[in-house]
């Protein structure tokens, strides 16, 4: 079997920041949310948050919907498949 390692070391590195992994946890639970309701929910920077859903976007653990005036954001399956593996670190 081959594997791509650019596109598993995009993922890695998509996912490897404590802020991105509570991000991908609250999408599991909390679908479809702006960057502003994700801002708010996990208390921290809007600007941040934007930064760190353009790097999951990147790894193609998040997906974006443009609804209106806002984005909304969601686990990819392919996102949901890595935070799944991610609890098995814990």
Same mark, same amino acid.
């Given at each position: #079997?081959? #594997?791509?390692?650019?596109? =598993? $070391?995009? &993922?890695?590195?998509?996912?490897? /920041? *404590?802020?991105? &992994?509570?991000?991908? /946890?609250?999408?599991?639970?909390?679908?479809?949310?702006? =960057?502003? $309701?994700?801002?708010? $929910?996990?208390?921290? /920077?809007? %600007?941040? &948050?934007?930064? *760190?859903?353009? +790097?999951?976007?990147?790894?193609?653990? =998040?997906? %974006?919907? /443009? #609804?209106? %005036?806002? =984005? $909304?954001?969601?686990?990819?399956?392919?996102? %949901?498949?890595?935070?799944?593996?991610? +609890?098995?670190?814990?």
């Amino acid at each position: #079997m081959h #594997m791509d390692f650019r596109r =598993v $070391e995009r &993922i890695v590195k998509g996912c490897s /920041n *404590h802020r991105r &992994i509570q991000i991908m /946890n609250l999408l599991e639970r909390q679908p479809d949310l702006s =960057v502003f $309701e994700i801002s708010r $929910e996990l208390g921290a /920077n809007f %600007k941040t &948050i934007s930064e *760190h859903l353009r +790097r999951l976007a990147h790894a193609g653990l =998040v997906l %974006k919907r /443009n #609804m209106d %005036k806002e =984005v $909304e954001h969601a686990l990819s399956r392919q996102g %949901k498949l890595i935070l799944r593996f991610l +609890r098995t670190l814990e």
